[in-house]
């Protein structure tokens, strides 16, 4: 088990930057998801460190056992980058249904259902553009009538400091026409309408 060694307490959840990997290409959406392997690393610069993880899809369908990558700042020179990446750990504990402070190390994440949203990205390699999955949000109780990503739309570049548009999850009250699947972790059927859940039993409404 490894410790995060951060103090949530005080942070507020936020959407997730662009990090991602693996395939085959998920359609941009809203997912059910457990990590199953998970580490603390330093980054590449070696100025800092990062919670790497390893995702796969338990919706039912096509994309059961799909693998996304995740990469979650812990700390870093940059503050920003820092607070950024606190923010977005709060967002996966409680997506997961740990209260504010409670996610706390790499061994609590492991097999524990949550829902994301799916972006696909655009990145260079061999000089050709190439996709991946990435993770745009992990859905909790703030920001569960949010609109998930819509599969029609345009891959996201990536940006030269791999950083997108951050907002708050505890603002973010759009209403939801719901496109959510069933899943592996006890959810029920999708039903219309409902919100994100759309019939789905969401991990942080768990009531073990």
Not at 45 to 72: L, Q, W
Not at 134 to 145: P, Q, R, T
Not at 152 to 174: E, F, G, L, Y
Request: glycine share 12%; hydrophobic share 30%; net charge neutral.
């Amino acid at each position: 088990m490894a410790d995060f060694g951060v103090n949530l307490n005080d942070v507020d959840a936020a959407n997730s930057n662009a990090s991602g990997g693996g395939g085959p290409i998920i359609p941009r959406g809203r997912y059910g998801f457990q990590i199953v392997e998970g580490e603390i690393k330093q980054n590449s610069k070696k100025n800092g460190d990062n919670y790497a993880f390893k995702a796969e899809c338990t919706d039912e369908g096509p994309f059961f056992k799909s693998i996304v990558y995740g990469t979650i700042v812990l700390s870093n020179p940059s503050a920003w980058a820092q607070n950024n990446g606190h923010a977005q750990l709060q967002a996966l504990g409680m997506a997961m249904g740990f209260g504010k402070g409670e996610f706390t190390s790499t061994d609590m994440a492991l097999y524990q259902p949550f829902v994301a949203d799916i972006d696909i990205e655009i990145y260079k390699k061999d000089g050709q553009d190439k996709e991946r999955n990435v993770f745009a949000a992990y859905i909790h109780e703030g920001n569960a009538h949010t609109e998930p990503p819509s599969e029609k739309a345009p891959a996201t570049p990536v940006s030269n400091d791999n950083s997108r548009a951050q907002i708050s999850a505890a603002n973010t009250t759009q209403p939801h026409s719901s496109t959510a699947r069933q899943t592996q972790n006890g959810g029920s059927a999708p039903s219309k309408g409902g919100g994100a859940a759309g019939g789905r039993a969401m991990p942080w409404k768990r009531s073990a």
